[in-house]
């Protein structure tokens, strides 16, 4: 069994020349990510650290408004402002100290703009008014930001499915197209000064979708299980660099070739801790289901991505 390691991975030659030799080895070097540890550090991924500041400051911005004004955005689970304690994802654990806000994908200029009663996962995004927060500095910044790291998980997905020989990756299209996809701010209070093992900034968890980029600040808190010596290794931030790591249903689809592995945040860098994950999870009528190299269904369990996301909302955020 391959050493379980987060490696840093330069996606540059890639980017640049998609099927020379050096392409193919960024695809090896992702494959093995994949099926080892799940998790990798991507660097060279083209998104502009400019973007990248920006996104952080509207974060900043937004999480420093009055309590009352956050809660006035408050949405469903996957729009709008989440308070600290309303995602609790590990069982045992005392709800998660962090608050969030989500942004999902705008669909209005493909002209399928949503009507009510609203699709799950498919509502309108909440904003700020501009009076509160200018669009200049939050909503504008962000949609940019999401557009670009939706862009980049559509080229990782190819790149998975060259390195998935074995397996009939044409479901990625259908999954790909009109997907659920999320930004989600993070802001992580500095850990109680308490030797309280319940209280955690992210539960131990697995990511629900295909995969998800993480853009951490300068300060540490993320830690992911090495299952085999059941021991938690620290994911140090690292400048512009996404931490990219497998979700469940790639996990599913590769029958565990590629590991949904267990992750948890814990802030104790004495500092407020900001994170911006993106989630690509998919389509919501797309199935997902262990897939052989003819694209048939394997053994296991079968559910469509609205199914599944539906059941892990559900089991972590408080009804």
């Not at 992702?30 to 973007?51: D, E, M, N, Y």
């Not at 939706?150 to 397996?167: C, E, V, W, Y």
């Not at 407020?272 to 919501?284: A, H, K, Q, V, W």
Request: aromatic share 10%.
């Amino acid at each position: 069994m391959a050493a379980f390691t987060i490696p840093t991975i330069d996606l540059s030659a890639y980017l640049q020349h998609p099927d020379s030799s050096d392409a193919d080895t960024v695809v090896e070097q992702i494959r093995t990510a994949c099926a080892t540890s799940g998790f990798f550090q991507l660097v060279g991924h083209g998104i502009p650290k400019q973007l990248q500041d920006q996104a952080f400051a509207a974060a900043r911005t937004f999480f420093d408004l009055p309590d009352e004004e956050k809660r006035k955005l408050s949405g469903n689970p996957s729009r709008g402002y989440e308070l600290i304690g309303t995602q609790s994802l590990e069982h045992g654990k005392k709800p998660d100290l962090k608050e969030g806000f989500f942004i999902g994908r705008e669909v209005s200029g493909s002209g399928l703009v949503p009507v009510p009663p609203f699709r799950p996962f498919q509502e309108p995004n909440v904003w700020p008014s501009t009076d509160l927060v200018p669009d200049s500095q939050f909503k504008t910044p962000l949609l940019e930001y999401h557009r670009a790291v939706l862009d980049l998980s559509f080229k990782l997905m190819r790149i998975l499915a060259s390195g998935m020989k074995n397996f009939d990756t044409s479901v990625f299209a259908e999954f790909c197209h009109e997907p659920i996809a999320s930004v989600r701010l993070l802001h992580y209070p500095p850990h109680p000064e308490t030797d309280d093992p319940s209280l955690v900034g992210a539960g131990a968890h697995t990511d629900f979708g295909a995969i998800t980029l993480l853009l951490q600040d300068g300060n540490s808190g993320l830690q992911v299980l090495n299952q085999e010596t059941n021991d938690w290794v620290d994911v140090a931030p690292r400048e512009d660099a996404y931490v990219v790591n497998i979700g469940d249903m790639l996990d599913v689809w590769t029958g565990g070739a590629y590991k949904s592995t267990v992750h948890r945040v814990i802030n104790t860098s004495g500092a407020e801790r900001y994170s911006i994950p993106f989630f690509l999870d998919g389509n919501p009528d797309c199935t997902i289901q262990s897939l052989d190299a003819s694209g048939s269904a394997g053994e296991g369990k079968t559910f469509t991505v609205e199914q599944h996301m539906l059941s892990r909302y559900a089991a972590s955020y408080k009804t």
